[in-house]
């Protein structure tokens, strides 16, 4: 049988079939669960590839190089969480080295850089990073690394990959895009000049709310094997099981996000013209200020709409509560509709004075569109204003 070669396929199907040939020994067309800790040696140093499941499981590694080839990457590296991908990621730097980032990320990410990371002596500067020209006039003689997101959570800001890219490549930098809200489906950062992808793959890639994990994917050979030097060391892997369910659950990621966009589109074309409504923000609508970038770099607007409620925060949270259908819960990317109210649920660890000037108003909340029927997601919201 031929070696699947992934460059010869397009994405649906390398999502499928990318680093999941059949089982050799028993034909399964679904790649096993290895669920061991260690492999049987056949001499001193003789093995089969595998020594110990921290540095390499075969479920794992089928992960990673499926999440590759979707990314159009040479190397990706799982791990047990979004934030230990991020960990993994800060290997890069050093004490002395200054990071740049975008000014709206998931509030884990900031509380990591400002209350973990700070203290190993690495600065961080947040920058509206949609306007290349704040990142420009943030870099100093010691910036080594520009942190973005796009859209950014919750405000959905687009960041130019290109432009960015072109910008930190002119000063030796490294560029690293947290591609969770767009996915390998709708926008390919390396593609643009990124030198690293991470992913939260609880969210979109996994799919359906029942496991978590992250990854990291380059082309980069250097910056691949320190950050595969540290995940060994630190030890911070997806484990076989995960690894298993984010397998089966990519292999729809197309179809899954296809529906969510386009439910995602209809709502917030519904929301922005409601009267209960202050604002919508959502990239595939002529109101946002980014749509045209957001059309060249990415394929359809993403599944996620935040909007401000009139009324402010008990408005916000008495819709939260009343509003049926929607599951209140942080987490996005999943079959079911979320909702949640970002600054006091996903950003709460951002202080209320910061949230407030980056644009998190206590009236804010995100859904995270799931693919129910449309016409029922409608409904739902219809009957939350209507109990308000």
Request: proline share 5%; aromatic share 8%.
């Amino acid at each position: 049988m031929k070696k699947y070669n992934p460059a010869e396929h397009q994405f649906e199907t390398n999502a499928i079939h990318a680093g999941q040939d059949p089982d050799p020994s028993t034909g399964a067309i679904t790649f096993p669960i290895y669920q061991t800790s260690t492999y049987v040696q056949e001499a001193v140093g003789k093995h089969k590839g595998y020594e110990y499941s921290r540095t390499s499981n075969p479920t794992r590694c089928a992960l990673e190089a499926c999440l590759a080839s979707l990314e159009g990457a040479k190397y990706g590296l799982c791990f047990a969480s979004g934030m230990a991908a991020m960990t993994n990621v800060l290997s890069l730097v050093k004490a002395g080295d200054h990071v740049i980032a975008s000014d709206d990320l998931y509030g884990g990410t900031p509380r990591l850089f400002n209350q973990v990371y700070a203290g190993y002596g690495i600065e961080f500067t947040y920058v509206d990073s949609s306007f290349t020209d704040r990142v420009e006039a943030a870099i100093k003689p010691n910036t080594k690394l520009v942190w973005i997101e796009t859209p950014t959570n919750p405000l959905l800001k687009i960041t130019e990959i290109r432009a960015i890219s072109s910008l930190t490549h002119r000063h030796k930098l490294i560029l690293l895009v947290d591609n969770t809200f767009a996915t390998p489906f709708l926008q390919r950062p390396l593609d643009l000049g990124a030198d690293i992808v991470l992913h939260s793959v609880t969210k979109y890639i996994a799919g359906h709310a029942d496991t978590v994990g992250g990854v990291v994917m380059t082309s980069n050979d250097a910056h691949y094997e320190r950050m595969k030097f540290h995940q060994n060391a630190a030890g911070a892997v997806m484990g076989p099981f995960d690894a298993f369910l984010t397998m089966r659950g990519v292999k729809t990621l197309a179809l899954r996000v296809e529906r969510q966009c386009e439910n995602a589109l209809h709502l917030a074309q519904y929301l922005e013209q409601h009267p209960k409504v202050e604002r919508v923000i959502y990239p595939g609508l002529d109101s946002h200020p980014q749509k045209k970038i957001a059309e060249r770099q990415m394929r359809l607007g993403g599944g996620i709409i935040s909007f401000e409620i009139k009324g402010g925060l008990n408005t916000a949270l008495q819709f939260l509560e009343l509003v049926p259908l929607y599951s209140l819960a942080e987490s996005l990317g999943g079959v079911e509709s979320l909702i949640e109210h970002p600054a006091m649920m996903t950003h709460a660890a951002i202080p209320k004075e910061r949230r407030e000037t980056v644009g998190i108003t206590d009236g804010l909340i995100r859904i995270s569109v799931g693919i129910e029927a449309y016409e029922d997601l409608k409904k739902a919201i219809d009957a939350g204003f209507a109990a308000i």
